[in-house]
């Protein structure tokens, strides 16, 4: 298992960057930079279960382990969705964690993952971008 972390400096408030994060419409936008169409169904409710699916219903799901508003959100990747079908993968510790920490200035939003070497070219990838994108949205919200 190999920790990646991101990080990206955000002209916003925290409940800001929050909800450009969880909220449907702009989970969906940020999220393009990993596939056009992507959306969680369920709740972000701590013990709760979330799937992270794309337009064919693939994806995967995850337990989430933490959230605490405005400031921490992680999740526990349990497994595969092909087809809309749950397959429990023995991912071991892959979570993804969300940490927003409010400066003087601005907001720090850091990702860190937990992930196996065969995920790591993608989030090296795709991250950047995503970040980006909600750097984009947060500082430009109407």
Do not use: C
Request: proline share 4%; net charge negative.
């Amino acid at each position: 298992m190999e920790t990646l972390e991101y990080q990206v400096k955000i002209n916003a408030q925290p409940e800001e960057i929050w909800t450009v994060l969880w909220s449907d419409i702009s989970y969906q936008q940020w999220t393009s930079a990993f596939t056009k169409g992507s959306f969680y169904e369920g709740t972000l409710e701590e013990g709760s279960t979330v799937k992270f699916l794309d337009p064919n219903n693939n994806g995967m799901y995850s337990l989430v382990e933490k959230h605490i508003p405005n400031k921490e959100m992680t999740f526990l990747h349990l497994g595969d969705i092909f087809d809309g079908v749950e397959t429990p993968q023995d991912w071991g510790n892959a979570t993804e964690s969300y940490f927003l920490e409010e400066t003087e200035d601005e907001t720090i939003l850091t990702v860190r993952i937990n992930t196996s070497e065969e995920f790591k070219d993608f989030f090296e990838e795709k991250f950047p971008n995503a970040l980006k994108n909600v750097k984009h949205l947060a500082e430009n919200q109407l």
